[in-house]
């Protein structure tokens, strides 16, 4: 095989291998995404040649992200992330084009990480349904967007999931004076036209729930969640589901003057871990995200924060800080390909793990204390292994 024909090869390899994550993802990701161009199939690779044929997802993640991804990330100076764009509270897209939010954040925080810079990120704004192709195809490194940890997205979509940044719940939302005013669980929405995004966890959850409970609906998807909460209030939709975080800062935003949006109390009916997502197989760079998640987690432990990290490099607490804040000898972030510095440039700039969460999640609603989401030392969930 030439190398032309080699590389034309690889290049219709990885479109039928997209159409198939695409399809992969029908299950809980059921998406308007299956485009590979239907005039590729004629092409073949050179009949005399064994066909290298990748047929698998997995494959198209070694072909689409050869090389280290960490290296061609620091070469190229930035670090592309996916965020949702829309998502109250997590990645939201101001006037001016900039991106605020939780997730948004911990963009920059990775950003700082790598680059000692937390501006130097170009976000993507993506729909549920284009996410993984968008990383699937390298035109983000990590996608740090809403984004569930399931055991399909793990293998057959060909992801890798980073830490737990944030404990969700798939709940429910109905307006009070549509006839939901006691509703509290799925079995009170029968014949109800639910509505939710599409390419989601949350379109099969509400299906197997509404199976479980015994009662038929009418489930009906849009491509982004604000076009749900349009026709939730426009009245199309009696029922949205999503995250509960979701439902509650759109509730905080969106919820008109003298109405009351009710979240059934009897839910969650899911388990959603949300945390950054990347490519399989990138351990380096999968190394630097999770280190950067776990470093805001430490941090907040020992009460490093973006006020006092300075002080704390100057006169580290203990001997983890001192590692973690690059005044010790025996610092690992050199290890990683970073500056000794890049935790203490990730506090410095963008925060600990409760500086971040309080600064966005707080303000519509949503509180650690007695949460999933509090740290271990508190009942709750948030935890990193020892920096050391
Ligand atoms: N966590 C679920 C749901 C993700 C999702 O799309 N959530 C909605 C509600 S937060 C969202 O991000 N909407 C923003 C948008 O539509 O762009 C998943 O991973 O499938």
Redesign the pocket.
């Known amino acids: 095989m030439t190398k032309n024909n080699l590389l034309l090869w690889r290049v219709l390899a990885v479109l039928c291998a997209v159409t198939l994550i695409a399809a992969a993802c029908g299950d809980d990701d059921d998406a308007d995404v299956t485009t590979a161009p239907t005039e590729t199939a004629a092409a073949e690779p050179d009949a005399a040649e064994p066909a290298e044929t990748p047929t698998t997802v997995g494959d198209v993640v070694d072909d689409t992200q050869d090389g280290d991804l960490l290296d061609t990330v620091l070469d190229r100076g930035e670090l592309n992330c996916g965020v949702?764009?829309?998502?109250v509270a997590?990645s939201e897209t101001q006037p001016d084009g900039s991106q605020t939010g939780f997730d948004a954040d911990y963009c920059r925080a990775v950003a700082a990480a790598l680059f000692g810079d937390a501006d130097a990120v170009v976000f993507t704004p993506l729909?549920?349904a284009e996410r993984f192709t968008a990383v699937q195809t390298g035109e983000v490194d990590v996608l740090i967007?809403?984004?569930?940890w399931t055991q399909s997205r793990d293998t057959e979509v060909g992801m890798d999931f980073g830490p737990t940044t944030y404990y969700d719940g798939q709940q429910l939302m109905a307006r009070e004076s549509a006839g939901f005013s006691g509703a509290s669980q799925v079995a009170d929405i029968a014949g109800a036209v639910v509505c939710t995004?599409a390419g989601?966890?949350?379109e099969q959850n509400i299906a197997d729930a509404a199976d479980a409970a015994g009662i038929s609906m009418q489930l009906t998807t849009f491509e982004?969640?604000?076009q749900v909460t349009e026709n939730f209030i426009n009245g199309a939709c009696d029922v949205i589901t999503?995250?509960g975080s979701?439902l509650v800062g759109r509730k905080a935003n969106q919820q008109p003057a003298g109405e009351n949006w009710v979240i059934f109390p009897a839910t969650p009916i899911s388990k959603?871990p949300?945390g950054p997502t990347y490519g399989q197989n990138q351990s380096r760079f999968a190394d630097v995200v999770n280190w950067t998640v776990y470093a805001t987690i430490i941090a907040d432990e020992k009460g490093i924060n973006s006020g006092n990290v300075d002080d704390m490099a100057a006169s580290p607490p203990d001997a983890e800080a001192a590692r973690l804040l690059g005044a010790a000898d025996d610092e690992q972030q050199s290890n990683m390909g970073l500056a000794p510095d890049a935790f203490r440039q990730v506090i410095a700039q963008v925060g600990n793990y409760d500086e971040i969460y309080s600064r966005h999640l707080n303000p519509v609603g949503l509180t650690r204390e007695g949460s999933a989401n509090a740290g271990w030392l508190d009942g709750g969930l948030i935890y990193a292994p020892p920096a050391r």
């Open positions: 949702s764009g829309s998502a997590f729909t549920a967007r809403n984004t569930t995004n989601t966890t949350t982004d969640f604000d999503t995250d979701a959603e949300l």
